[in-house]
């Protein structure tokens, strides 16, 4: 079936860092790929989506390239913030279905002043 | 703005005690999904409602059931909640055919004592 696998955390870097948060996944076909975010006490929020080969996704300066070949789709910023704190979830949605999300286990993020 | 809410945000109930979480959504959405999640775990689908047809889970324990009275709404019933069920309950739509990804509501964090 379907998986998704995401880099172990937690993640601890100090503000304006680089940040890379890896995920591969295992699908047939063309599936979409997502990253969500949650912030401590909240539900999940859309961060970023793509949905074929070689798409990148980005949104508030967080990046991710749909790899087809290594079936990856990590997740990239170039400098973090405090308020970036959260725990980032890799997920995929298999090709020709809107209603299956299997989400990977989760990346706690902690970024100190 | 459109949205998912979820109410109460937190609950408290009895071991044993029928308990009901309640989502509404002005999305208009086909698809509505009810997640489980545990602390520092992924989020694990219960069941879902595409349209008026329900679909539950292999694995979803008998004790929880669901109702989706009209596309606005749906509810979450517990019959009797052990303390395993302790948990953030998550919300979330989408529309199927169309746009893929899911939108969350904030969750409610049940508390079984």
């Known amino acids: 079936g379907d998986s998704v696998t995401q880099m172990e955390g937690p993640v601890t870097l100090s503000e304006e860092a680089f940040l890379t948060i890896n995920c591969t996944y295992t699908a047939t076909g063309y599936p979409s790929l997502f990253w969500y975010v949650q912030y401590p006490g909240e539900g999940l929020q859309l961060l970023l989506k793509a949905t074929k080969a070689d798409d990148k996704g980005s949104n508030k300066g967080f990046e991710a390239t749909y790899r087809k070949e290594t079936t990856s789709f990590h997740l990239e910023k170039g400098s973090v913030q405090v308020s970036d704190s959260a725990v980032y979830f890799c997920?995929?949605?298999?090709?020709?279905?809107?209603?299956?999300?299997?989400f990977g286990s989760g990346t706690q993020l902690t970024v100190l002043p | 703005d459109a949205m998912v809410i979820q109410n109460p945000r937190y609950q408290v109930t009895q071991f044993g005690k029928p308990v009901t979480l309640s989502c509404s959504q002005t999305?208009?959405?086909?698809?509505m999904y009810w997640y489980q999640q545990k602390s520092s775990q992924a989020p694990k689908l219960l069941f879902h409602y595409y349209d008026k047809d329900f679909n539950n889970e292999a694995d979803t324990p008998d004790n929880f059931q669901s109702r989706r009275p009209n596309t606005s709404f749906c509810f979450l019933d517990i019959r009797s909640p052990g303390l395993g069920d302790a948990a953030m309950y998550l919300c979330?739509?989408?529309?199927?055919?169309?746009?893929?990804?899911?939108?969350f509501g904030s969750g409610t964090r049940l508390t079984v004592v």
């Open positions: 999305l208009n959405h086909n698809v």
């Open positions: 997920a995929l949605s298999p090709s020709g279905s809107a209603r299956q999300l299997t």
């Open positions: 979330a739509t989408s529309r199927d055919p169309g746009p893929k990804g899911y939108t």
